[in-house]
């Protein structure tokens, strides 16, 4: 059985079928996905005024997070950014030891790192209340999560480039 990685974590927890990866490629669902970590960290803190009340809010940020993903329809198109750069996730979590691709590894490492690293800081500043923690690392996981999208559009330009198999893509 291959190495599972964070990615490929990720994508069991998320139940991504190709169905749903398909959807996810409309822009509408990646550009509000990034909703997510601003919105939980709200639910987070909402424990302020709603004590245990504020699991309702936390459960349906995980619910929407869960949901986004599939909730879009099937995009017309994929020749913009966000789709290339969700198109581009699926080519590093099924091609991403392919030669051709070697040379974005070391990027994307650094870029897991710095999200890693903010997303640290952000569950620290939740759970401590701190707004500085909390921001800090808001800004470094949302930062290091654009940046890789990023990164994965370059990957699905090189993926076309090198003729490596693309997923399935709307018609």
């Given at each position: 059985m291959p190495k599972q990685d964070v990615f490929h974590r990720t994508e069991a927890a998320m139940g991504m079928t190709p169905?749903?990866?398909v959807r996810h490629s409309n822009p509408w669902s990646g550009?509000?996905?990034l909703t997510?970590?601003?919105?939980?960290?709200?639910?987070?803190?909402?424990?302020?005024?709603?004590?245990?009340g504020a699991l309702g809010p936390i459960l349906l940020v995980l619910v929407w997070t869960w949901l986004?993903?599939?909730?879009?329809?099937?995009?017309?198109?994929?020749?913009?950014?966000?789709?290339?750069?969700?198109?581009?996730?699926?080519?590093w979590l099924r091609q991403k030891d392919a030669p051709e691709l070697q040379h974005h590894r070391p990027v994307v490492r650094m870029l897991t790192f710095?999200?890693?690293a903010g997303g640290l800081i952000y569950l620290l500043g939740l759970i401590l209340?701190?707004?500085g923690l909390t921001f800090t690392g808001l800004a470094a996981a949302m930062l290091g999560k654009l940046w890789m999208l990023d990164r994965m559009v370059w990957i699905s330009e090189d993926a076309a480039r090198c003729?490596?198999?693309?997923?399935?893509?709307?018609?």
């Open positions: 169905q749903v990866w550009w509000s996905r997510v970590l601003p919105l939980f960290a709200l639910a987070v803190w909402s424990r302020i005024w709603l004590g245990w986004n993903p599939r909730i879009f329809a099937t995009p017309k198109r994929t020749d913009n950014w966000m789709s290339r750069g969700v198109l581009g996730e699926q080519i710095i999200s890693g209340l701190s707004p003729k490596i198999d693309h997923p399935s893509q709307p018609d």
